[in-house]
């Protein structure tokens, strides 16, 4: 069955670094768009970046641009993102996604990052 598996959250100081991993199966991983979202407590979910299917087009959401970086390793079904000097207000569950047009939209089960000193 479809799996999306993220890892590598955690707690991390103001100005610090994560690098999220999202472990994919069950589906032709280099097919689908992927994307990566996040929901801060009370807030709704937001896009936070989103790569095309094989890997050559990239969006970011403005507050990220320049700290974030998406990328995906279609050899290893993995879906990546490295999050540079991080903020407080990067708080939030991050939740990969897999996309494929209109019909097939999967979610993971999420990866608490928490930006504190």
């Known amino acids: 069955q479809v799996q999306l598996v993220e890892s590598g959250g955690g707690l991390v100081q103001p100005g610090g670094s994560l690098r999220l991993s999202c472990a994919a199966s069950g589906f032709t991983f280099i097919s689908y768009a992927m994307s990566w979202y996040r929901q801060a407590p009370g807030k709704e979910r937001e896009l936070v970046a989103g790569?095309?299917?094989?890997?050559?087009?990239?969006t970011y959401a403005d507050s990220m641009k320049g700290r974030f970086t998406i990328s995906r390793d279609n050899t290893k079904n993995t879906l990546y993102l490295q999050m540079n000097s991080l903020k407080p207000e990067d708080t939030a569950v991050y939740y990969c996604?897999?996309?494929?047009?209109?019909?097939?939209?999967?979610w993971g089960q999420g990866t608490q990052v928490t930006v504190s000193s």
């Open positions: 996604n897999a996309k494929w047009g209109t019909t097939y939209d999967y």
């Open positions: 790569i095309s299917s094989y890997g050559g087009g990239t």
